[in-house]
């Protein structure tokens, strides 16, 4: 999912390419990532800073500051893509390929035994 902004704005410390899609400047973390970070695990900036120590704490702040500024498409490009997620473990689950399939469960029941 793209979206647009009214007026261009340049964000310190954030590459944005042209769909609107934001990345922390010499990293691969994106800011939406980031955010997904912090919602799962309830972090704060310092504890994101903690987590990512190669990034500085002043860009996990910039990125924050542009998630705040366009969270709803933000919030709207994560839940597309947790939905194509979704659509594609259960395509997996339907061929029968993957951590769902009763193979892969007895590979991993035979390991367990083999290192217990």
């Known amino acids: 999912m793209t ?3 009214d ?3 340049t964000w310190q410390y954030l590459e944005i390419d042209t769909q609107n899609q ?6 691969r973390v994106s800011v939406a990532q980031l955010i997904q970070e912090k919602h799962a695990h309830g972090w704060s900036p310092e504890e994101l800073h903690f987590q990512h120590p190669e990034i500085p704490l002043a860009a ?3 990125a924050l500051s542009y998630y705040y500024t366009y969270q709803p498409q933000i919030d709207a490009q994560i839940a597309q893509e ?3 997620i979704q659509n594609l473990q259960a395509d997996l689950v ?3 390929v ?3 399939t009763a193979d892969f469960k007895q590979a991993l ?3 367990r035994q083999q290192q217990g």
């Not at 934001?22 to 990293?27: D, F, G, L, W």
């Open 22 to 27: 934001a990345t922390i400047v010499n990293s």
């Open 7 to 9: 007026t261009p704005v």
């Open 109 to 111: 029941q035979q390991k």
């Open 60 to 62: 996990i702040y910039s």
């Open 94 to 96: 339907t061929m029968g």
């Open 98 to 100: 993957g951590h769902h």
């Open 3 to 5: 979206f647009t902004t």
């Open 82 to 84: 947790q939905e194509e």
